[in-house]
């Protein structure tokens, strides 16, 4: 077996015994399995490889103090899966496909709980964007077998 193929067989074997944890989360109490994943969220607004996001939401919020101008620049430099809109006292996204790049690049398995870590993700950008703690819902979500993703941050 080649470098190649040793780190392609570690990626899926990894893959796959994530899945199978967060397969598992879905038994334990939903609450401990929100914040278990939020905290992975959290973890994913911190990868560098993306920014990090974090890192960019609190430049932009340093940057500009009008709301709607801290929309246009975290749609335009935050890698998401759909576009962040001001809807009166809330913000919302639809998303069509999953968020989570670890589903879309085929390494995970699409689970609830996965729902529960771009949840995490969403409350730290936003935390950062607005400065101050914020409420997230998750309206709708892929996997809980709807049709989209709907986030739902209130001011």
Do not use: Q
């Not at 990868?47 to 960019?56: Q, R, W």
């Not at 009008?66 to 929309?71: P, Y």
């Not at 790049?101 to 969403?122: D, F, I, K």
């Amino acid at each position: 077996m080649d470098e190649l193929e040793r780190r392609s067989f570690l990626l899926r074997m990894t893959g796959n015994m994530l899945s199978a944890v967060l397969e598992g989360l879905e038994e334990v109490d939903p609450a401990i399995r929100r914040r278990v994943m939020a905290r992975c969220g959290e973890a994913c607004a911190r990868e560098k490889h993306y920014g990090p996001a974090v890192d960019i939401a609190w430049r932009i919020s340093g940057e500009e103090g009008d709301l709607e101008r801290i929309l246009d620049r975290a749609n335009e430099e935050i890698s998401w899966c759909g576009e962040w809109v001001r809807d009166g006292s809330v913000i919302r996204c639809t998303c069509d496909d999953c968020g989570c790049p670890l589903v879309r690049g085929s390494v995970l398995r699409l689970t609830e709980a996965l729902c529960y870590c771009s949840l995490g993700w969403v409350s730290t950008i936003f935390e950062a964007l607005l400065r101050r703690p914020v409420r997230v819902e998750l309206e709708k979500a892929l996997g809980l077998g709807d049709d989209e993703c709907r986030y739902a941050v209130f001011l």
